[in-house]
């Protein structure tokens, strides 16, 4: 990640809800919950059921999340500001 990335400028789309890093390899659930695939795989190791739903859930039924993917690479390589309009994040302008 670039050192000048600024963390609380990072998409909460872009972190996995296990454990709220950027995501390097998303993969999407059934549901289409988003994870980063080894976190996920981890969890399922031992519990075997989706984080979010605790249905079950294998290994196999996971497919990745190439536009996720796709999205965070650009926002590592381009940062953040190609996100927003005039490159500010909608919580700045409220300041």
């Not at 454990?19 to 994870?35: D, F, L, N």
């Not at 519990?47 to 249905?55: A, G, R, V, Y």
């Not at 079950?56 to 999205?71: A, I």
Request: charged fraction near 25%.
């Amino acid at each position: 990640m670039p050192e000048d990335l600024n963390e609380d400028h990072i998409p909460d789309y872009f972190l996995c809800p296990i454990t709220a890093c950027i995501m390097r390899q998303p993969a999407m659930t059934p549901e289409g919950v988003t994870y980063e695939y080894d976190a996920l795989v981890e969890w399922l190791e031992s519990k075997k059921t989706d984080p979010s739903t605790n249905l079950p859930l294998t290994p196999e039924q996971l497919c990745p999340n190439r536009t996720v993917r796709s999205m965070i690479e650009d926002f590592l390589a381009k940062g953040p500001n190609f996100l927003w309009k005039n490159g500010v994040p909608p919580e700045d302008l409220k300041k």
